[in-house]
C-alpha cells in the first residue's frame, strides 16, 4: 500500500502537562511500538515516527525487521519547550511537533499527501478508509469526533486524518498553535477550520484502537451504529 503515515510521538513527556495521565514511559513505548507494528502488518510501506522529547523509539533490529516486509521508517526528534508544554497542553504540542515533522521528513517532503495518526493508535479498517479516499480523490479528509457516541462538541477528531502538506502547514498549524489545554483544545480551532474551508459530508468512520495518553486507558473502539458508515466529516478534493 504505497502511502505515508505520520505518527507522532512523546514517548518521554515532562511531568504537570495538563490531562495527561499516562506518564510511565515504559508503558508509553511499548503502546507506541505496537501500533507501529500493526501500521507495517496492515502494508502501509513508509512510516515516519516524529518524536518530540528527543528520543528514536525503534532500534536497528526492529527497523531491520520492518524492511524485510518492505516497510521503510524514517525516525526523526526534537526536544520540545517543556514550560510551554505545560502552560499550553498537548494539542499545542502536537502541533509543534507537526510542524517540526513537516520541516524535517524527507518522507513527507516526498509527496503532497500524507495521514497523520496520534501516537499508541491504530486504525483498523485503514485498507478499506484508503480505498475510499483513492475512489474519490480526495485530497484531505477529517472526520468529527463523536467520543462514545453521545459526544456533539464542537470538535474535530485529530487522531487520525488524511491531508495535505500545504494545509497543513499554511491552515492545519495555526489552528493547533492558537489552542491551550485549560481553555479551549486544538480540536475545538480545527472544528472552526475546517467549517470555514472544506465541504461537510459523510463517509465511514475509521474504527481507531489503542491508548490515549490524557486517560491512560483504551480508547472507546465499540460499534457505533449508523454512524459507523456514515460519520460526519469534512473534505476537499
Known sequence: MSTTVLITTANQPPKDV?????????????????????????????IVIADATGGSLLDDSELLLLKKINVDVEQIS???????IK?????????????????????????????????????????SIFKMIKHNNLQSIFWRHLGEG????????IRFFYTTRE?????????YQKSD?????????????????FQKGKAPRPLLSGFEG???????DSSLGILDENCPCWVSS
Open 87 to 127: 502552560s499550553r497542553g498537548k494539542g499545542y504540542g502536537e502541533g509543534e511537533l507537526l510542524k517540526f515533522a513537516l520541516e524535517n521528513s524527507i518522507f513527507l517532503r516526498a509527496g503532497e499527501n500524507f495521514f497523520k495518526c496520534t501516537g499508541k493508535v491504530y486504525c483498523r479498517n485503514f485498507e
Open 150 to 157: 453521545d459526544s456533539l462538541q464542537q470538535w474535530a477528531d
Open 181 to 197: 489545554d485549560r481553555q479551549a483544545a486544538a480540536e475545538y480551532f480545527v472544528f472552526h477550520l475546517l467549517n470555514e474551508r
Open 167 to 175: 494545509f497543513c502547514e499554511v491552515n492545519l498549524i495555526p489552528a
Open 18 to 46: 495538563p490531562f495527561l495521565r499516562m506518564t510511565d514511559v515504559a508503558l508509553r513505548q511499548i503502546t507506541a511500538k505496537a501500533s507501529i507494528f500493526f501500521w507495517a502488518a496492515q502494508g502501509v510501506d513508509k
Open 214 to 220: 490524557g486517560t491512560g486507558r483504551q480508547y472507546f
Open 78 to 84: 526534537y526536544c520540545q519547550n517543556e514550560s510551554l
